[in-house]
């Protein structure tokens, strides 16, 4: 067992020049010791004005993907479409690829593995999750092992500084909505933040590499937070919780794993409600270790760029994927059939199936807004969308997964906590 | 640049059958999918019962070491000279090797390094830092590439634990201890935990990770808990603040690194101030990924067994350390020159030289305890004993590291902050 092959050299083939791409640009050129250059620019506008050297640009994607020189394909654009063919044809030349598109890798991840071990070239996607946290290669490389029993993070900064805007400085929705564009923390379709399509592109990548689980995005329970309502945000101070988007999976008793992402009630005191703004925060229990913290930025220019750092420089000691849990693990299959304790919010009674509830715990409602706590089964929620229009929203509480519910005399005893 | 070499097949001989080598010798049994299995392990006591197969164990350390098939040793004594031997002699036969040795690696460190080197074999020691926190491993690998303003946190479970104890339940130092010991979060040693030297150790191993600094622990500016008094814990309370012990490097200006462990008054809010009990808490600050915070159990038998096993996950592709920061940058110097805002607490006025302070700013006396805060030259501290005897401690305000300090007028805008 010897030390080999470090510091290889890296020739890069960049397409994208946004905020990520350029800083990336700045920090390479400025760190030769990082023994990685970037040769050749693809960018979508030439008229532009950039901060580089005009030689190094080009409109055309194939000089970049055809140059025998470049082995480090790194993808930066914000166009999921123009990136699959990016990423998948870089593949194909066995030209090492590194990815910050969530919504690709998410949606064609099955495709990449197979590409990967096709070619025997590596795909890296650290900044597609919670950009600087390095929660990827963590859960690929310090929880294989383990008994990893849940994941459950804050992994979307827009919809968090959102939250925490309307939480802690009473702004309307469309205020904090505002103001995250402003500051650059929001996607440039809204739509794919605050509906939680981001959030469960993110889910879809962590479950590949916490359980060796391939889902489609599309196939996992998800809400955003585009249907909340100013009454549940009051709703949740009188009891104690501030609102939090919480992309979880669970492992349940036989194996399988409850997976969703929904906006969820948060206690004081959580490690999630101290995540605020645009930050991410990942929670992971394991036997061996127990509960581990992750937390930083998970949104800009810079955290992103620090996270392709890291992949490019993984790429150089041949880091890559393995797939553990995938590949030589029994990889861990979605459950269909668990239970939640969820509030629903709604204004117009005819809108909401109460009978589709297990148990109805509880039922306040005012002149404005009508709330229902109770146990509902999965997929009560999965296979509908009654949940679904303007003016509902669905909320989990703490603890609010259950394996199995037997209706005995409405006693909460009936639960088993998972 | 292609996928290669995964999956190696591990054959280790251990050293150390406690709590953590017992539980991977459990787990590798139960988990064939690791595909590392445990040959040999070199015990001290043979009369032991243990729960393995009598066949497994040996208390010739030779029959381990020269055993040819062994291609990795796992070193978990807690013998610092023993594990010395082991270690350097693994290395000099070729063998890769695992270690939680913390103050062995520490204090040999620049030795360590040259010998992976000489005989191209790595030797990983995530286990010997916080624990089940990857911390080692994230700063080579996700701050290689960034500028690293800073790095502090709670490394030691132990003293946490007595801390915690003291500050939230009230407890003595005497109490917090044995309980600590109880729990078995405390050393063999508990002069390792509560001088600091355990937390130095770590705090050395950090800096050749995070800076390329290698710097023997003695040498680096240390206090642990011991000397603390009740009034203390009450003087902190007053201001709002709680008593941590504190392990932190800073980047100057100029960029040589301030770097001491000292116990500090932790302010609500901050995120040191949530590690409780025996969990270790790192944070991060860096120009690309700004704020980072790693949190997990810092002691236990599992919580290190699961740093090991993804050791030797890392091994199985080959992963050494490459001392990044050492090898390829410019490695930072350690600071002689800065200014520290601390509180000296004592009882008699006659043991504290405080004609040292560039500045005293508060002094607080009554008949059971006095308190004097001012702005102190490191080298007053680091050049001197007068500070560590039993009746006085020196305890670190926070933000409270200054490049400079001119004199003017008393007033505070005198001060540079970092």
Redesign the interface.
């Known amino acids: 067992?010897?030390?080999?092959n470090?510091?290889?050299k890296l020739t890069i083939g960049l397409f994208g020049f946004g905020v990520v791409g350029a800083?990336l640009y700045e920090?390479l050129a400025q760190?030769p010791?990082?023994?990685a250059v970037i040769k050749k620019v693809c960018i979508r506008n030439p008229e532009k004005s950039r901060n580089a050297p005009l030689s190094l640009f080009t409109t055309s994607k194939d000089e970049v993907l055809n140059d025998g020189q470049v082995?480090?394909i790194v993808e930066l654009t914000n166009d999921p479409v123009a990136a699959y063919t990016i990423v998948t044809t870089a593949l194909r030349s066995?030209?090492?690829v590194v990815s910050a598109n969530k919504k690709m890798i998410a949606e064609h991840l099955e495709e990449l593995i197979a590409l990967?071990?096709e070619y025997?070239?590596?795909l890296l996607y650290e900044a597609a999750c919670c950009?600087?946290?390095?929660v990827i290669?963590?859960l690929e490389?310090?929880y294989?092992?383990?008994l990893l029993h849940s994941i459950s993070g804050i992994v979307n900064g827009s919809t968090n500084y959102i939250l925490t805007k309307i939480a802690e400085d009473r702004k309307s929705f469309a205020q904090a909505l505002a103001e995250a564009q402003a500051a650059g923390f929001a996607e440039t379709d809204p739509a794919l933040d605050v509906e939680g399509i981001d959030a469960v592109n993110k889910l879809s990548i962590l479950l590949a590499h916490a359980y060796g689980t391939i889902a489609h995005p599309a196939t996992l329970l998800h809400a955003g937070i585009a249907n909340l309502h100013e009454a549940d945000t009051t709703f949740a101070k009188e009891k104690g919780y501030q609102v939090k988007l919480v992309a979880q999976a669970r492992k349940l008793t036989d194996g399988s794993i409850a997976a969703f992402v929904l906006p969820q009630f948060v206690e004081a005191g959580s490690?999630l409600r101290?995540v605020k703004n645009e930050y991410n925060g990942v929670e992971i229990e394991?036997?061996?270790?127990?509960?581990?913290?992750?937390?930083?930025?998970g949104a800009g220019g810079?955290?992103t760029?620090?996270?392709v750092?890291?992949d490019?420089?993984?790429?150089r000691?041949?880091?890559?994927y393995?797939y553990?849990k995938l590949n030589?693990?029994e990889p861990a299959l979605l459950s269909p059939d668990f239970y939640l304790r969820v509030c629903i919010s709604f204004r117009n009674l005819l809108q909401v199936p109460h009978e589709q509830f297990a148990r109805v715990e509880e039922w306040v409602s005012n002149d404005r807004r009508c709330h229902i706590t109770g146990i509902i089964h999965c997929s009560k929620l999965s296979d509908s969308n009654w949940w679904k229009q303007p003016d509902i929203s669905v909320i989990l509480y703490p603890d609010g997964i259950f394996e199995t519910f037997v209706q005995k005399e409405q006693s909460v005893e009936a639960l088993v906590e998972v």
Chains 1, 2 share one sequence.
């Open positions: 067992m010897s030390i080999q470090q510091q290889t800083s920090v760190t010791t990082l023994n082995d480090v066995s030209k090492a990967q071990k025997g070239v590596p950009a600087s946290i390095p290669r963590n490389e310090y294989d092992n383990d490690r101290e394991s036997s061996l270790a127990d509960k581990q913290f992750f937390y930083g930025k810079f955290p760029a620090s996270a750092l890291s490019l420089s993984a790429l000691y041949n880091y890559s393995e553990k030589y693990g």
